[in-house]
């Protein structure tokens, strides 16, 4: 059983940073890739990026390339999203999740929410 609990949501103008924390407890951190999606109101989830399980592979959604970074610390047990210039279509409750089976993101944190003003 894997636990995720995300932090680091907030409030910020646009063209402002965020950095969004996951951490993780429970199974093996380094063993599973992990992702970050994200949900607008009125919007299905969308994915936002991944990284592998040493963080040797990272993808993007068109839509935060160039602005986004995903990174991992597994000594820590923790993935991160670093958030720059920031825009108001970011508005949403970003999740972080667990590849626990190859394809499939069978564990999520309860998200947390970000909220780009212009």
């Known amino acids: 059983q894997v636990q995720l609990v995300e932090s680091g949501g907030g409030l910020v103008q646009a063209g402002g940073s965020l950095r969004l924390s996951c951490a993780a407890s429970?199974?093996?951190?380094?063993?599973?890739?992990m992702g970050w999606f994200r949900q607008a109101p009125g919007k299905e989830r969308e994915f936002v990026a991944l990284?592998?399980?040493?963080?040797?592979?990272?993808r993007y959604a068109d839509s935060v390339r160039g602005r986004f970074t995903i990174d991992r610390d597994n000594d820590k047990n923790i993935v991160y999203l670093q958030m720059t210039s920031l825009k108001p279509e970011d508005t949403a409750v970003y999740y972080c999740?667990?590849?626990?089976?190859?394809?499939?993101?069978?564990?999520w944190g309860q998200g947390t929410q970000v909220t780009v003003s212009s």
């Open positions: 999740a667990a590849e626990t089976t190859v394809g499939r993101y069978n564990y």
């Open positions: 429970g199974g093996t951190f380094s063993g599973y890739g």
């Open positions: 990284i592998s399980r040493v963080g040797r592979i990272t």
